[in-house]
């Protein structure tokens, strides 16, 4: 039971962040193609991995990354005030690339 509860407040963090996502000003942030590829919360609920990829690549993934690092504060409050939990979980954001990936595979099939 307590894996359901984990998974859904999973999902509920990562719809919160994709909607914050557009609200967040910084440069390294604003205006990019970010996706929330999955989101990876501890038992206890106080740790989070954010996977963010970027269609342009990696190294704009690591970029943006960094942005959302230094708006921590902001998403953290805004998720505990819009999911009403207890302890909003501190939250680590790594670039990831398997959005990139899948659409190399599905190009290469494509071609055949």
């Not at 954010?50 to 959302?68: F, H, P, R, W």
């Amino acid at each position: 039971m307590a894996g359901f509860h984990i998974d859904r407040i999973s999902e509920d963090i990562k719809r919160e962040i994709i909607s914050l996502m557009r609200e967040i000003k910084d440069p390294r942030v604003a205006g990019k193609m970010l996706t929330v590829i999955n989101v990876t919360v501890s038992s206890d609920l106080s740790y989070a991995k954010v996977y963010v990829s970027d269609m342009n690549g990696i190294e704009s993934a690591k970029e943006a990354c960094k942005g959302l690092t230094s708006a921590q504060g902001y998403i953290r409050h805004a998720l505990g005030n819009n999911l009403h939990l207890r302890k909003a979980p501190e939250l680590t954001f790594i670039a990831d690339d398997s959005v990139k990936k899948g659409m190399e595979i599905f190009e290469k099939l494509k071609d055949n």
